[in-house]
């Protein structure tokens, strides 16, 4: 009998949900990803294979604030969405990458819509 570990999961979700979704030049993927400490996320082109823009809570002003964890996402997504439009992108398409749409991940989607990001 072979037990499936939770990470192995969300990989095999984020697979299936990738055959479906994919980014264009004119709506880009906004790819998250959510680690035990710290949250990423990406603007990326798959057409061309290039990242757009990027944020993550690693960043010197942000590790330096010492927010939760939730409040740190909702910067990383006030960041994201601003620099991605300052990289001229108006709609993206949102990669939860097998994450639940809860907590972090939906904290730092909910900033990027409020920021002018539309999904």
């Known amino acids: 009998m072979t037990q499936v570990t939770r990470g192995a999961a969300r990989q095999k979700r984020h697979e299936r ?10 709506r880009p993927r ?3 990803f959510r ?4 949250i990423y996320a990406q603007v990326i082109d798959d057409a061309s294979g290039k990242t757009l823009a990027s944020a993550s809570s690693l960043e010197k002003e ?10 740190e996402a909702k910067t990383v997504g006030r960041l ?10 108006e709609q993206v398409v949102f990669d939860r ?3 639940r749409y809860h ?12 920021a002018g990001l539309e999904f």
Not at 17 to 26: M, N
Not at 35 to 38: G, P
């Open 17 to 26: 949900i990738r055959l479906r979704l994919s980014g264009s030049p004119e």
């Open 30 to 32: 906004l790819a998250v």
């Open 35 to 38: 680690s035990l400490n710290h």
């Open 62 to 71: 942000l590790r330096a604030a010492g927010q939760k964890k939730t409040d």
């Open 80 to 89: 994201i969405a601003e620099r991605a439009k300052s990289a001229g992108v």
């Open 97 to 99: 990458a097998g994450f």
């Open 103 to 114: 907590g972090r991940i939906k904290s730092l989607a909910a900033a990027a819509r409020e």
